[in-house]
């Protein structure tokens, strides 16, 4: 009896035994599964995320350039010099130049920030005045902000047109966190520029007018030719201010007419959307927008979220590429923005949300940089009048005469040269779509040319 009681009892201790060595496989097995399948997974997915940014970056180089060159092309660099000193100036007119959030840089104090606050509603009047008419003057308040600041102002100009463009912050590699100028300083101070350059054009002094504007071209070229669509549209806007100024002059230097064809602002914008897809790459990788401080928000990020939002990624940056060769197709007559949008939210998956958050407005940026390249058109078309005007060219002036096409899709200029005056103007301007908040400069003039001498044989007197 005894025996078999031990026997009993073995049996139920190897059972036990059994048991539990069951159920630690059991309990090792599910951690496995829980553990290593979403880490295995993870590394598969993240090896077929990177064949397919592979062939994003290849389409992206088949049809403009690969989004893989766009560091090379745009390295990091800090604010240098100039725009340091520019900042410290600027603020003694209560203009913040300074980058959003750096406290250590120069910023204006409270009295100075009010003093330039007092004509900044005045002074906005007056850069859409200026743009759209010629003739006007700054108004009394920003005329004595001048006085009062006029040395100031002096310097800025003196040091724009001497040393090299100020170039602030950039890094392209932070993608949706990369730094950017303070846009709105830039505005304020390129406004009050050409207020300056207005009443020396008032006081018919060319010299000091051209100078203040070419403190303002020197200023602004950094913007034009940055990656980010923000500071392409912001530097835009600026130019249609100064193409206005140096239409005015008497006789601009040659010089602009270079800068002015050597401004290609349809590709510098198209370069924007490849940002926007290199951003959208780069976010997906990073997780900007994830707080990534606890170790268990990094570890679920790492290795199961990243992998959904590089996936999630990829349809904004292939859908930022159909614009790049859509846009340049679209009669700009018939040029619907709202319409545009739409298809361009379309070619992104329904599912896919987080794809289509802050979707840029391309059309109403590219109306924008349609109104500011037909600026440029006609700027250029005045110029090369003066230009054949002063060498006494009359055939260049007679050849503009008719029809002349557009870079821009659907327009055509005509340009009608007589014996003392040329008119230049938009065959369809009528039908040209504008931004809503966009100064809108005339896209036709007329200018006065001294009359040609008369040839042989065309005297009306008799022989």
Known sequence: MKFQLQILQWALRGAGERLTYRLAAVIVVLVAGVVLIPIVGSLLTLATIAIAEGRIDSQWAENFEALTTLPQQHPPHTA???????????????????????????HPTTEQRQEFEAIADNLSVFVTEIVAADGVLPQAGVRRFLERHQETVQEIVAKLNQGASPQWDSDITLGGNAPLPNLVGLERLHSLLAASATQFLSASDSTEALRTIEASWRLNTPNLIRPERACVLAGSATLQL?????????????????RLENLDLEHVYLNTLRTDAWNALVDGRTGRFVNKESFWVRTVFNYIAQPFLRWASHDRAEVMLWPVGELGTR??????????????????????????????????????????????????????????EQIGDWTGIELLNGENPSSVTGLVWIID??????TIRLLHEPALPVPETFPIAPLHAETEIEAPPPTPGDSDEPA
């Open 80 to 106: 240098n010099l100039g725009a340091l000193e520019l900042e410290g100036l600027s603020a003694t007119l209560g203009i913040d130049l300074a980058p959003f959030g750096l406290p250590e840089r120069a």
């Open 242 to 258: 100064q193409l206005a100024q140096i239409s005015r002059l008497e006789l601009a230097p040659g010089e602009w007419l270079d």
């Open 331 to 388: 009669d700009i007559r018939h040029f619907e923005r709202a319409q545009f949008a739409a298809e361009l939210r379309s070619r992104i998956p329904r599912w896919n949300h987080l794809a289509a958050v802050d979707l840029p407005d391309v059309g109403g940026g590219w109306l924008q940089i349609a109104r500011s390249s037909l600026g440029i058109e006609l700027t250029q078309y005045l110029l090369r009048i003066q230009r054949f």
């Open 417 to 422: 040269a007589s014996q003392d005056r040329v």
